[in-house]
C-alpha cells in the first residue's frame, strides 16, 4: 500500500477519482475553495434550486477539483 502526503492510501485516492494534486488541494485548502455545498453538478444544482438560489455557487472548484461533478 502506498501512501501519499498526508498519509492517505493512494487506493482511496483512486476510489475517489482525484489525482493526487486535487486531493491536496482539497484536504489543505478546502475551505479557500468552498463556502456552501459541494459535489457532483446535478446535485448542487438541485439544491440550490431547492434552496431558491438563482445560480449554483461552487460549481466550477467542484468540476476543476473533484472530476467527477
Known sequence: MRLIMGGLPSSIIQRLGINEAQWL???GEFE?????AV?????LRQYHQHMGHKRTAGLSCSKRLLNRA
Not at 32 to 36: C, I, L, Q, Y
Not at 39 to 43: F, I
Open 39 to 43: 459535489g457532483q453538478e446535478s446535485l
Open 25 to 27: 488541494t482539497l484536504s
Open 32 to 36: 479557500r475553495h468552498f463556502s456552501g
